[in-house]
């Protein structure tokens, strides 16, 4: 089964609310990344936190990771019709080898004017 | 733009035709990667390479043939296809250094999408 999870699967939301997606993973982790997709093309990093942190911060963005859990969240504030996109997190674990990404399945994110 | 280009964006082959990807990334990274990525499924690594060699064939069938000529530039060569294999197909590209795992950041060209009729 695959290594990240992301909860929920699409997310519906107006302009200006903020938006939230979880991340769940299996195995322990050197660090966990977010992506962003938009329809049709390729994957575009957002934001790496690593297994000794707790939260980051990067504009609009808030990513927390909680290792004892396994999990990962990612905050988008005041959204905008421009963030509709698929999310998808990925986990570089501790075991695998060269330039493994781990990724979900990812979160559709629709933000409707 | 990300530095990494795809060529073609977009690609329609019958079950015997043999046709090719290409990736090339224009930022100096050792290591380049193909991935699969089919609908509502997450994304599927193929194929690792870091320094030219490759590193990582996550038991992807033989009708997918990889090539890495140089750093900058991974090929995909397809033959006898089937229908399932149509899909989104993803490069990437990363810093690695030699005798160290490559666990940094990814940076993706925008895909072809391939249909196999």
């Known amino acids: 089964s695959q290594q990240g999870e992301e909860d929920p699967q699409a997310l519906s939301i107006q302009e200006g609310e903020n938006a939230t997606m979880n991340c769940s993973y299996k195995?322990?982790?050197?660090?966990l990344q977010w992506y962003r997709q938009n329809s049709g093309r390729g994957l575009v990093h957002l934001i790496l936190?690593?297994?000794?942190?707790r939260e980051k911060h990067s504009g609009r963005l808030r990513v927390t990771l909680d290792t004892s859990k396994k999990s990962s969240s990612l905050l988008i504030t005041a959204s905008r019709a421009a963030d509709t996109a698929s999310y998808f997190c990925?986990?570089?674990?501790?075991?695998?080898?060269?330039?493994?990404?781990?990724f979900g399945a990812g979160t559709q994110v629709v933000v409707t004017p | 733009e990300t530095g990494v280009t795809q060529t073609p964006r977009h690609l329609v082959m019958g079950m015997t035709n043999k046709k090719s990807l290409k990736c090339e990334q224009h930022?100096?990274?050792?290591?380049m990667y193909w991935y699969k990525q089919s609908a509502k499924k997450p994304l599927e690594l193929m194929f690792v390479?870091?320094?030219?060699?490759?590193?990582e064939n996550n038991s992807v069938p033989s009708r997918f043939s990889p090539e890495c000529p140089n750093s900058s530039h991974l090929f995909l060569h397809l033959h006898t296809l089937q229908p399932e294999d149509s899909a989104l197909y993803l490069c990437?590209?990363?810093?690695?250094?030699?005798?160290?795992?490559?666990?940094?950041?990814?940076?993706f060209g925008a895909g072809t999408r391939l249909s196999v009729l």
């Open positions: 390479y870091n320094f030219k060699e490759q590193t």
């Open positions: 990437a590209s990363s810093q690695g250094r030699r005798g160290v795992p490559a666990k940094n950041i990814q940076y």
């Open positions: 936190i690593r297994s000794n942190e």
């Open positions: 930022l100096g990274h050792n290591a």
């Open positions: 195995t322990s982790i050197n660090n």
């Open positions: 990925a986990t570089d674990a501790l075991t695998d080898s060269w330039g493994k990404l781990q």
